[in-house]
């Protein structure tokens, strides 16, 4: 019995590599000083696209909208009026199809020339949309409840699908984070610490950072996040974060990494991993040069079913030759990487070796290994599941 | 009775060559991440594994179609093998077999895209809708949410959680026949109302089974038939003291295939290769739960211990009972098992120190890098703490589940119908002949010991159980397979995936540390004898190889049973394997010390009498 890992397909369909759409897991996360982004904004049901290609939009601009049917509630008419389900059409003063008004009466009884008289107010402002003779339930929906997408990225339409969303293209750097929480924001970059090192305190937070993307270091304390969140920091990307202050802060443990609907004041993003971590320098160096601009933030993460991860966009016009896709080329020697499980946890080298014989791990597992050549020169052989591929 | 096999059939399909002709069969698994290949060939007249292919499942975008995923794990096996597979022209498999390329038979299983997720409804708690959990999760889906009438939501809250589900099916149950059937059109005008949406996109018409009251059949019709693809089966409970949970079984398998399969990308293809319907992951490796269980002719606890998933299955008595516990996992999942079990529970099986945020932060990083392996053995003992715990709250779900008697018709009397209670499970271990794991961590463990192990301690077995493991995940490619040609099928099973670990002799009972748990004599195959005297607290392998049988003789002390009551001598003949036979006076309940050092200083003790792992290291950490 044999077995090996392929590499995924390469996909004629590659072009929405940043797209923000869910795909098959990457063993690495790109960190792009220059890049041009696309990004599907799709709507969750057909309806209308406000733009046309080619139009310019801010990332607040509204780019398509629609509506989805308002909220139900099931009125039990008939057992209010104490009559048969079957006999109920005789009272209602309402069809399918009417509107309503909220208190407004859908049915009416009135028994004993007058003298006992029961009313059904519409508990809410709709329509009416069924009449059971069976349950002598009326539905009263709700209104339709309207739903916007925003650019999220400022830049140029280039694609519209029609009744379903636009495509956004804009020209900037790219940084994914590994775990985040919280939608998506914008604000000004702001690094609240001095290197990748330094731990993020409450006293690094001040009122100036309200609204703005905080670069911090190794770590983010409990009372930092409770600071951050109390100045109105639009976001905070650091290196790492202690599990039980992410769940005494988000009053909630984490159970399987789906995010991105929670509202704890700020979104979030770890770089690195849990625990006190150091931001990779390449991400630092690369945020720090962009101190000022205007980031585009989403703590989405999903690693099941597709994997989603977070993210940085800092929309720019400087040009850099980019250069090829370090993930489709696979590891070879000289590939910059990061190793993400102990004993190594966190270490940055290149890969030294590939070599194709399986080999023992401490935990006697017979896997295969890389070794590589870590920054004081020293050689670590670990399994090839181990690493990520660091794009620079 | 023991469901057999053609209950999961739909339609006997039409096969290439006659059974007994064939000499390759290809099986492949898509999973959520990886599509497994498994290529089966008869060699001197005997079925047998021959090699194994993996590939990323290709589900998701850019790729957006399962094939190409089958056919990179497909090309693997070819270039391991030499032996041509794929057409040329990229339209499948070349079938059947021509005497120098092909296959004779090709069949797959599939979770991918987080496999069947159903919403179930009936009306009353615990009774209907749990009738119509038990065929749904029987059928191999995953059930979001059970919703009743007297679940305690109020409607709007339940509309709520019907619109935010997005299931791919729905199954809707409730009231008997001939009975009043005003509260189950409650329920379904609910659904309508919440206008649920299907996983699979707009144009995806969300199959509805209709498992109730047939006197209101034309009512649902109307109700129903416009917006969704219903499909209506005879009643779940007829009467009070009936459940039938076959024809919905059969509906919501059949509807996997025509609505759920059709709509996931590339699936189109991948039915038109297949020589017979695609089947949920969890269903095939249930099948081959029911081949140990039908083969042996014994009571069998199996499970599959997965990145996302916990399935725990059982079959007692001729009753099969498959439960899935969609958040308890290895990987996806890990910090969910934390969630649920809490920190204490994980790090009473570490026997060194570690810090609990130390252990929460590994298992937050696992989770967020799920493909990663552990190294260290700290690390590996990390993670077997934590499986443990998934499978306890697997088997603690399982037991919810299992707690009637459920498939074919079965009688129940009234005073049975408001007894289902969680005590009410009929899972017990003294009468568990088998306990059989798959999955990842299980199958992958650097020693063979350490799944039965970690088996025990999850699950406590009482008396005298075999242990089994799948060598190298193929039991739900041999599940799919049986359905259409057992024996090879169980060829296979037996001879290359199936390892027998050993046997384990568990008392059941407490006492002092130290004190006279149980005497053990054994007679070896050669004819020597063996006489162990096992003290409270205390845990010993005896060596005996696969296949090899001993007579065993054990005498409980007083206060202990392993299973003819209290003290009660038992004779039985017990089965070697990888590990051989298991002595287990830990008590039932597991003894764990309160005290931190003692818990420790016992756990080194059990981990080096199994020498579960290897000895420096371990002292080492233990220092």
Redesign the interface.
């Known amino acids: ?9 390469k ?1 004629e ?5 940043e ?1 923000g ?5 990457t ?1 690495g996360l790109k960190v792009k000083r220059a890049l041009t982004i696309e990004k599907l904004r799709r709507l969750p ?2 309806g209308e696209v406000l733009h046309k290609v080619g139009e310019k939009v801010n990332y607040d601009t509204k780019v398509a909208r629609t509506e989805i ?1 308002g ?4 009125v039990k008419v008939a057992m209010v009026l104490g009559v048969e ?1 079957e006999d109920m059409m005789r009272f209602m003063l309402k069809k399918v199809g009417d509107k309503v008004k909220m208190g407004e009466n859908i049915a009416f009884y009135s028994a004993l020339w007058g003298l006992i008289k029961k009313n059904v107010p519409s508990p809410k402002d709709g329509v009416i ?2 009449i ?1 003779e ?4 009326v ?1 009263v ?1 709700g209104q339709p409840i309207p739903i916007e997408v925003e650019a999220y990225l400022p830049g140029t339409i280039v694609n519209v699908i029609p009744r379903g969303g636009a495509v956004i293209q804009t020209h900037g750097a790219f940084i994914q984070g ?2 985040g929480i919280g939608g998506e924001v914008h604000g000004e970059i702001k690094v609240v610490v001095s290197g990748n090192d330094e731990v993020v305190s409450p006293e690094k937070i001040g009122p100036d950072c309200k609204g703005k993307v905080l670069i911090g270091g190794s770590l983010v304390t409990l009372d930092a996040m409770k600071k951050a969140a109390e100045v109105g920091a639009s976001a905070l990307v650091v290196g790492g974060v ?3 202050d992410l769940t005494t802060f988000t009053g909630q ?5 789906i995010t991105g609907q929670e509202e704890v004041g700020f979104t979030l993003i770890i770089t690195e ?3 006190k971590m150091n931001m990779s320098a390449t991400t630092f160096k690369l945020l720090k040069s962009f101190e000022g601009y205007l980031a585009c933030v989403n703590g989405a ?1 999903q ?4 994997v989603l991860r977070p993210e940085i966009i800092i929309p720019h016009e400087e040009k850099v030759e980019e250069k090829g896709d370090t993930f489709a080329m696979g590891m070879v020697p000289g590939t910059p990487v990061r190793i ?4 190594y ?1 966190g270490a940055i080298g290149v890969v030294d070796s590939l070599p194709v014989e399986l080999q023992a ?7 295969r290994v890389l070794t590589v050549k870590l920054h004081d020169g020293s050689i670590a052989t ?2 090839r ?2 690493v ?1 591929i660091i794009e620079e | 009775m023991l469901m057999s096999s053609s209950h999961f059939r739909i339609a006997m399909p039409t096969l290439k060559k006659p059974i007994e002709d064939m000499q390759y069969i290809l099986a492949t698994d898509v999973g959520s991440t990886t599509t497994k290949a498994r290529f089966f060939q008869k060699k001197d007249g005997m079925w047998r594994f021959y090699v194994a292919g993996e590939a990323p499942t290709t589900v998701e975008a850019p790729y957006e179609d399962v094939t190409l995923g089958v056919q990179n794990a497909v090309r693997e096996v070819e270039e391991l093998t030499g032996h041509k597979l794929l057409s040329p022209d990229g339209s499948g498999l070349i079938i059947p077999y021509d005497g120098k390329q092909g296959v004779d038979l090709y069949c797959t299983t599939s979770s991918a895209g987080g496999g069947l997720q159903m919403m179930v409804a009936g009306l009353i708690k615990n009774m209907t809708a749990e009738s119509a959990n038990r065929a749904a999760l029987g059928a191999g889906a995953i059930v979001m949410d059970v919703i009743a009438r007297d679940d305690g939501r109020q409607p709007y809250v339940k509309i709520q959680r019907i619109r935010n589900l997005r299931p791919d099916m729905i199954l809707l149950a409730g009231g008997t026949d001939g009975g009043a059937g005003q509260h189950v059109m409650e329920i379904a005008e609910l659904i309508k109302a919440a206008e649920p949406k299907a996983r699979l996109g707009a144009s995806y018409k969300l199959p509805i089974v209709y498992a109730g009251n047939k006197t209101i059949r034309k009512d649902i019709e109307g109700l129903f038939k416009d917006e969704f693809a219903l499909d209506i089966v005879d009643n779940i409970r007829p009467t009070l003291e009936v459940e039938n949970t076959e024809p919905a079984r059969r509906a919501v398998h059949e509807l996997f295939m025509e609505h759920v399969m059709s709509h996931a990308p590339g699936y189109n293809n991948l039915m038109k290769w297949t020589d017979i319907p695609i089947m949920p992951t969890p269903a095939g490796e249930g099948m081959a739960m029911q081949l140990i269980a039908d083969t042996f002719k014994m009571n069998v606890l199996g499970v599959g211990l997965g990145g996302a998933t916990t399935n725990v299955y059982s079959v007692i008595e001729g009753r099969f009972v498959r439960s899935v516990s969609a958040n308890l996992g290895m990987s996806y999942s890990v910090t969910n098992v934390m969630k649920e079990a809490g920190i204490p529970n994980i790090m009473r099986w570490i026997p060194f120190k570690i810090d609990e945020e130390d252990v929460a932060s590994r298992l937050m990083n696992k989770m967020i890098r799920p493909t990663t392996i552990p190294q260290t053995l700290e690390d590996l003992i990390v993670e077997h703490a934590v499986a443990r715990e998934a499978l306890r709250l697997g088997l603690q779900h399982h037991r919810t589940i299992a707690t009637r008697l459920k498939g074919v018709q079965t009688q129940r009397t009234i005073s049975d119908m408001f007894e289902q209670a969680i005590e009410d499970s009929y899972v017990k271990m003294m009468t568990i002949d088998v306990i059989a794991g798959t999955g990842g961590l299980l199958s992958h463990a650097p020693r063979r010991v350490q799944p039965m192990f970690i088996l025990s301690d999850a699950w406590l077995p009482e008396g005298v159980t075999r242990m089994f493991q799948d060598s190298v995940f193929m039991m739900p490619h041999l599940g799919v397979t049986s359905t259409v040609y057992r024996d090879a099928a169980w060829s296979i099973f037996d001879k290359d995936c199936l390892l027998r670990i050993g046997t384990s002799i568990a008392a059941v009972g407490t006492a002092k540390l130290g004190d006279p748990c149980m005497t053990v004599e054994l007679t070896m195959p050669d004819g020597t004898s063996q006489k162990e005297e096992i003290k409270f607290g205390d845990i010993k392998l005896i060596p005996l190889g696969e296949s090899k049988e001993a007579k065993a003789v054990i005498h409980p002390a007083k206060a202990f049973d392993v299973g003819e009551g209290p003290g009660k001598q038992k004779e039985a003949t017990v089965i070697g394997g990888i590990a051989g036979i298991l002595l287990d006076a830990r008590g039932r309940p597991l003894y764990i010390p309160t005290d931190d050092a003692q818990r420790r200083d016992l756990l080194y003790k059990w981990l080096s009498a199994l020498k579960l792992y290897p000895e420096d290291p371990l002292k080492e950490l233990v220092k």
């Open positions: 019995m044999t077995t090996k890992k392929h590499e995924a397909p996909s369909k590659n072009d929405d590599k797209s759409e869910a795909h098959a897991y063993p049901i057909p049917s909220e139900p509630e099931i389900a949309e069924s059971s069976v349950t002598g339930q539905i929906r590994i775990f202690r599990h039980q443990e984490i159970g399987v990494a991993g849990f625990g993460t690693i099941r079913a597709g993400i499980r102990q004993p946890f791990m401490e935990s006697e597992s017979m896997v670990v399994p599941a181990n990520e």
